[in-house]
């Protein structure tokens, strides 16, 4: 099984870490990793581009099969290895479509997240906006306020409910992200509470980002 399966990643990406959880979650310890840089471009290298024709992390391979989109990846072990680990989507229908709901919701946070990361990386000096980015700030704001109130509507202290779902897995490495980039533990008490109580979840426990290990968060979201 997980010797047969082979991962490569860069530390401190929300996609990359999504799958990192997913196979400790599902018990699959022993599988086969490559830690890459971004800084280095060794997501553009002739073995990343073999698997992912994108350039992309993370790739993921098992077997003959390859799947280098981080949710179809997640999905993939869930599907593969539904009776082995936490069981990450309900049979139950309502709580199944919340967790289906909160985990596509997700990408959303993510993208929102992004833009706003990669603004002046994405957007020649000279096109730069301080309207334009202040929007996308703007953006992101509303976008975190909406999860802090799905957090204060649904008891349990997870996304979805009382049990660690698939939507955790998706999305606690983007609150993360946001947390380490300065985000408001005040501003956002419940978000901050998730954070922290998930930080010392097995799974996540064991995936924490090396690179975070060693180095020191931001403040590029205190105004968020």
Known sequence: MAKDMTLWWASGSPPCWRVLIALEEKNLQGYNQKLLSFQKGEHKSKEVTDVNPRGQLPAFKYGDIVINESYGACFFLECEYKSQGTKLI?????????????TFEGNTLHQKMVDV??????????????????????????EVQMWEGYLQKTPGGFLAGKNF?????????????????????????????YHKNLK?????????????????????????
């Open 90 to 102: 309900p049979e139950n229908s309502s709580e199944k479509a919340l967790v289906l709901q909160r």
């Open 165 to 193: 779902s698939m939507a955790d897995v998706i999305v606690y490495p983007s609150v993360a992200l946001l947390f380490r980039m300065g985000l408001s533990d005040k501003r956002y008490p419940k978000l901050s509470e």
């Open 200 to 224: 010392d979840r097995p799974s996540i426990k064991a995936t924490w980002p090396p690179l975070w290990k060693d180095t020191p968060g931001q403040d590029f979201l205190k105004d968020i």
């Open 117 to 142: 990361f990669m603004y002046n990386r994405r957007v020649p000096e000279n096109e730069r906006h301080e309207s334009a980015f202040k929007r996308l700030k703007e953006t992101l704001t509303g």
